[in-house]
């Protein structure tokens, strides 16, 4: 069974400043896709970014860019200029099968 | 646009008391799944569904069940209540699921039932 790591519980931010959230998976296919959502106090979920196994340039949507080391099985998250409003919890998910296989979770917090 | 929507938003059960979970989606959508996820965690599948009249079991299944007579809407019944069953419950659809559907086309989240079982 696919499995995705997330090995911060809790990472904090100056505002303004950059983070960067970990994520490693587990799979045997050559062909996939990953995610990462967001998930603020109001426990909507947000699709933030998503990424195609293929493609080897990493995806970018606006400050939110991701790091993809496909043979390390790597997939970090990287929100630049931080802002206040992007304190949530951050999951990163694997697409298997039928179904997305979610990380265990980040918290971010925001300090001002 | 209604999107996913679960009722109730809240519950308070007592051990060994039952009940159903409610979710229903507007969009057509023939892949629906049930999460839970628990006090700082990761949502963990319970069961899902690629459409009417059939259902699979997920990661956690125990102690649920589920049943998809409708496209629209895919109950989750608790039979008997756990303190282990306290969790926030998702829901969510997507149209259809061939490689890389969820790419194309992400996942609809409804906003969550928190339930406490005491």
């Known amino acids: 069974a696919q499995t995705v790591t997330q090995s911060q519980p809790e990472m904090s931010v100056q505002e303004a400043e950059t983070v960067t959230l970990s994520c490693t998976y587990d799979?045997?296919?050559?062909?996939?896709?990953l995610f990462w959502y967001k998930q603020p106090p109001s426990r909507q979920m947000i699709l933030v970014i998503r990424?195609?196994?293929?493609?080897?340039q990493n995806a970018t949507e606006n400050r939110f860019s991701v790091n993809f080391q496909k043979a390390a099985k790597s997939f970090s998250l990287k929100i630049s200029d931080s802002q206040l409003g992007d304190a949530a919890m951050y999951f990163c998910?694997?697409?298997?099968?039928?179904?997305?296989?979610f990380g265990a979770g980040t918290i971010l917090r925001v300090k001002s | 646009n209604a999107g996913v929507t679960q009722t109730p938003k809240f519950r308070i059960l007592k051990i060994g008391q039952s009940m159903t979970l409610q979710c229903t989606q507007d969009?057509?959508?023939?892949?629906m799944y049930w999460y839970r996820q628990d006090p700082g965690m990761g949502l963990k599948l319970i069961y899902y569904?690629?459409?009417?009249?059939?259902?699979d079991k997920g990661e956690v299944p125990n102690g649920y069940n589920v049943s998809r007579s409708t496209t629209e809407d895919f109950p989750l019944r608790l039979e008997l209540a756990a303190p282990s069953q306290t969790s926030v419950y998702f829901c969510?659809?997507?149209?259809?699921?061939?490689?890389?559907?969820?790419?194309?086309?992400?996942?609809?989240f409804g906003n969550g039932t928190r339930l406490t079982v005491t």
């Open positions: 990424q195609e196994a293929y493609k080897q």
């Open positions: 969009m057509n959508h023939n892949y």
């Open positions: 998910a694997q697409e298997s099968g039928n179904k997305l296989v």
């Open positions: 799979t045997s296919e050559s062909d996939y896709y």
């Open positions: 569904s690629v459409g009417a009249g059939i259902t």
């Open positions: 969510a659809s997507i149209a259809g699921v061939v490689t890389g559907s969820f790419y194309n086309s992400p996942l609809h």
